[in-house]
């Protein structure tokens, strides 16, 4: 229970946090952080870490006169740790699909839904792998299921680099426009918050269709 406490104050206070990092570390924070996205993306084991947030309050130090980071080599590094990240996830899945499909009698890994996800990335895939991105959780499983579905590398790579690209770029430029301003680093516990809240909102959505169509066809 205290490693979740103490994981949640991370999560809520990353720019206390993050200062006493690159106070202590210096330019190991960089090789941190780039573990850090790598893993998140890449690692479909490591969806709960806290991607966006995270790039908010980074970019904020790229700002600030107390712990200063480069903006510069924070983007270069973490965008081709998000590429990469998504390239290894997409293999795995590629690589393990044809194995935890093989039998047709299971519930859950049934051939029929490897075969859902392979339309599905045929007729979304673009829009799925560079929105994902911008969504907890379903930005470490959308590169594996598209590995899955065999979407062709050629196009996942396209839309990794573009979403990789955007994501990163996005919420440095947003933390390094904003982080330091007296309201936010006041209350940047609350930005967080509502960072977490926009990016699960897809979700709550997604998952609020599902409930009234679901409903709907009992009736």
């Not at 998140?40 to 991607?51: A, K, R, S, V």
């Not at 590429?83 to 690589?95: C, L, R, T, W």
């Amino acid at each position: 229970m205290e490693y979740i406490k103490h994981f949640i104050d991370i999560c809520l206070h990353l720019d206390h946090h993050l200062n006493a990092l690159v106070a202590s570390a210096g330019n190991w924070t960089y090789v941190l952080m780039i573990a850090i996205i790598f893993a998140e993306t890449g690692l479909i084991i490591m969806p709960f870490l806290p991607g966006d947030s995270l790039l908010f309050a980074l970019g904020a130090l790229t700002a600030s006169t107390d712990a200063y980071l480069d903006f510069t080599t924070l983007f270069v590094s973490l965008t081709i740790a998000a590429i990469a990240g998504d390239a290894v996830n997409y293999s795995i899945g590629k690589y393990l699909g044809p194995k935890m499909f093989s039998r047709p009698d299971s519930f859950w890994l049934n051939t029929k839904h490897l075969k859902r996800a392979e339309n599905f990335y045929k007729k979304h895939g673009g829009k799925a792998i560079v929105l994902a991105r911008f969504v907890p959780i379903l930005r470490t499983f959308a590169p594996f299921v598209a590995g899955i579905g065999e979407m062709s590398y050629s196009r996942f790579a396209m839309y990794n680099v573009f979403g990789g690209v955007v994501w990163v770029g996005g919420f440095l430029t947003l933390g390094n426009l904003f982080g330091n301003l007296p309201s936010v680093k006041t209350n940047f516990h609350i930005v967080i918050v509502g960072i977490i809240l926009v990016s699960i909102m897809p979700i709550v959505v997604e998952l609020w269709r599902a409930y009234r169509e679901t409903k709907k066809n009992k009736v």
